[in-house]
């Protein structure tokens, strides 16, 4: 059974810094592809970073590039997603999702949809004031 759970979430000022955690029970981690989506009230679940089963590449969403990093451990079982000068666009709930995938380029599209992520976290809060 493949369980993801979420930490970190908070309330920041813009310009400051926040760390997400997710951690995993239960499965073979190394084997998945990672993701952290975001959700805002009324928008739909974006995909924000995501990251290939040996944390040998990572992808991306264009308004985070340079501000955000992904990485994994897999003896862990933990992902994360340092955020660096977080704006009030940033403010939404980041979940982590998992799609089992060995051998992939994250840059592929197809693992940039929500719905090719099967398994989810229940998610974490990021609010940043102005």
């Known amino acids: 059974q493949v369980q993801l759970a979420e930490s970190g979430g908070g309330l920041v000022q813009a310009g400051g810094s926040l760390t997400l955690s997710c951690s995993a029970a239960g499965w073979s981690f190394s084997s998945y592809v990672l993701g952290w989506f975001r959700q805002a009230p009324g928008k739909e679940r974006k995909l924000v970073a995501a990251i290939n089963w040996d944390g040998g590449t990572a992808y991306y969403e264009d308004s985070v590039k340079g501000r955000f990093t992904i990485s994994r451990d897999n003896t862990k079982k933990m992902v994360w997603l340092q955020m660096n000068s977080l704006e009030p666009e940033d403010a939404a709930v980041y979940y982590c999702?998992?799609?089992?995938?060995?051998?992939?380029?994250?840059?592929?599209?197809?693992?940039?949809?929500?719905?090719?992520?099967?398994?989810w976290g229940q998610g974490t809060q990021v609010t940043v004031s102005s």
């Open positions: 999702a998992a799609v089992r995938a060995l051998y992939t380029d994250v840059d592929n599209s197809y693992y940039h949809s929500s719905d090719k992520y099967p398994y």
